[in-house]
């Protein structure tokens, strides 16, 4: 993963991730009528007219967030942290990614109760995965000297949103959440780029 890092920006391959969601989520968002975000969960943009698209979305959005993930850890490394918490945060992060890339592959397309029971558990593996790993990187950033407040606030406001979620299950909270971890990796992503770190 180094190797691939050396060449390309890690921040390039957050705000690849983010953009291949985006467009994943769009495209099946705009085809397909009567979707309501009060009422539908994301991942219910799968049942849509170009629900494929939504799947092939996260199938590769999770996939290419991978190498950024890898790179944050990187670059917090040389920082006043412990080894072990950044290990945890660099085992959720993958993770996280990883079971958003099978979602794609479990989609709720079907009435079959062990694909959805699948999409349900990959589904909470990814949210769990992202509140915790955000609130570490939350953690990180206050000791770091390299990013500013702002990127704390932004990894525990994350957190928080999913936090909210679990108590709740409202599919507007799932989008907000959904689209804060999004902004939280292209904020990130950016930042990076811009600092050259």
């Not at 979305?57 to 950044?86: C, D, Q, T």
Request: aromatic share 16%.
């Amino acid at each position: 993963m180094k190797k691939i890092l050396t060449f390309i920006p890690g921040g390039i391959f957050g705000l690849l991730s983010v953009i291949v969601a985006l467009f994943g989520i769009l495209s099946s968002l705009l085809s397909f009528p009567g979707y309501n975000l009060l009422l539908y969960d994301v991942s219910y943009l799968a049942t849509g007219p170009l629900g494929c698209w939504f799947d092939l979305g996260l199938i590769l959005s999770g996939l290419i967030a991978i190498p950024f993930h890898f790179y944050m850890n990187i670059v917090i490394k040389s920082e006043n942290i412990k080894p072990k918490l950044r290990k945890v945060a660099l085992i959720l992060s993958i993770m996280s990614s990883l079971t958003l890339s099978l979602i794609g592959f479990f989609p709720v397309l079907t009435e079959n109760i062990i694909i959805l029971l699948v999409h349900g558990i990959l589904a909470l593996l990814t949210f769990i995965g992202i509140t915790i790993y955000c609130f570490l990187y939350g953690i990180f950033f206050l000791k770091s000297s390299k990013f500013p407040l702002i990127h704390s606030f932004l990894s525990f406001l994350v957190s928080g949103i999913f936090l909210f979620y679990f108590t709740n299950r409202y599919s507007l909270v799932e989008w907000i959440g959904v689209g804060s971890v999004m902004l939280w990796i292209c904020f990130n992503a950016i930042f990076t780029l811009f600092k050259k770190m």
